[in-house]
């Protein structure tokens, strides 16, 4: 029995009523099954690699001073030409390193040795950063290092982890000793 079409649109008596000439044959959906499985391996394997650079690196962590500081001596890498975030990444990824020094108006970046020797001078245009590990025997702590500046808030008889903490509470606060 046939049904009246509603619609306004009849299709030509010519074509036949079939799916499979509107859809993709089953070797064409295989083809697309298999490129979308090989891009999600793809994408599953450049997620684990770019996580695996993240956490390789995860450990050390910058902290950067205000502008217009400066280390006298302790230097052993000239980089130039790079951005102070730029600088500051090339001493947290090098295990010598200890602190940075990065001059704004020539784009020039000093790494400083784990043995810093030199005092924290004023200088027009420098911007001092410091690099930790907490995974590192010597870069955990800046052990046998003066650094100086104001005594934002203090704890007394506290271990050094309890210090840690109490000074992370502080949004001020660059270092705790």
Known sequence: MDIPSTSSYDQPASMPHSISRISPSRNDQRKTDATISTLNLI???????????SLANGRAHCIKTESGLHIAGSNYRRIKHLSHAQCASECRDDDSCLAYEWIEPKSLCFLKSRSLSGDIENKEGSHVGFCYDDEDEVRDRFRDHVIMGPILSKAEDIDGEHCKKFCSRTPEASFYR
């Not at 994408?43 to 650079?53: A, E, H, K, V």
């Open 43 to 53: 994408i599953c394997r450049l997620i684990i690699l770019f996580s695996t650079i």
